[in-house]
């Protein structure tokens, strides 16, 4: 094994595990209350090509380093995905409780938002790896953010690498109006939030319903 693959490898544990663990909060929310804040999760570790640009961009040697570690606290990452601006308060307020991680850093990128029209909550947590060496303290970095910001976001991720960063200007206008758009699209459906998860849980019911009635008629197919 390279010492990058020793180095990342609890990175990547790390986002296994958290990715599992996230999941079950989702579940357990889904159990307890009739509505789950949390959409799904995604998670990876940065590749080395984005690690080594963001090295060079802060001035510090690419080589695995506990200054490496430090400088760059977003290599281990994991994303939340929300219906409702308002559901990213609940799952924030939920991680601050953990006692499987410490929350070290907050940015609020929603009720502020960046100059480009970014939008997302950002939190660092310190999660322990077990090691055969011992606990590791990783840093990991958890977006939280509504579907319709994702979907900019994303979008703008993709325009950064064909321009480099330095958009021409009608590309940053357009980019800015998408933002406020994907922003006006979420404070729409969370006023007609009750509507929205009432449709939605007539819509669990009738497939229920009709896989059971499914499962029904084919064994009365089968013993006929």
């Given at each position: 094994m390279g010492q990058w693959e020793r180095f990342l490898e609890p990175y990547k544990q790390a986002v296994d595990e958290l990715k599992i663990k996230l999941k079950g909060m989702r579940t357990q929310f889904a159990t307890e209350i009739e509505h789950a804040p949390i959409e799904f999760v995604t998670g990876r570790v940065?590749?080395?090509a984005s690690i080594y640009d963001k090295a060079l961009e802060k001035g510090i040697p690419f080589e695995?380093?506990?200054l490496l570690a430090s400088e760059i606290p977003d290599i281990a990452g994991l994303r939340i995905m929300c219906?409702?601006?308002d559901?990213?308060?609940a799952v924030v307020e939920s991680i601050r409780r953990r006692k499987d991680m410490v929350v070290t850093e907050e940015r609020d990128y929603i009720s502020k938002n960046k100059p480009s029209g970014y939008r997302s909550y950002h939190m660092i947590v310190e999660y322990p790896v077990q090691t055969i060496h011992g606990e590791i303290a990783i840093p990991v970095e958890i977006q939280i953010r509504t579907l319709a910001m994702n979907f900019w976001a994303t979008i703008e991720?993709?325009?950064n690498y064909k321009y480099k960063g330095d958009?021409?200007?009608v590309i940053k206008e357009r980019l800015q109006?998408?933002?406020e758009a994907a922003f006006s699209l979420d404070?729409?459906?969370s006023k007609i939030r009750d509507e929205i998860q009432e449709a939605q849980r007539y819509f669990s019911e009738y497939k229920s319903d009709s896989r059971n009635d499914l499962r029904k008629s084919g064994k009365g197919g089968d013993e006929g």
């Open positions: 940065k590749p080395l695995p380093s506990d219906q409702f601006v559901d990213i308060g991720h993709s325009l958009f021409p200007e109006s998408a933002a404070e729409e459906m």
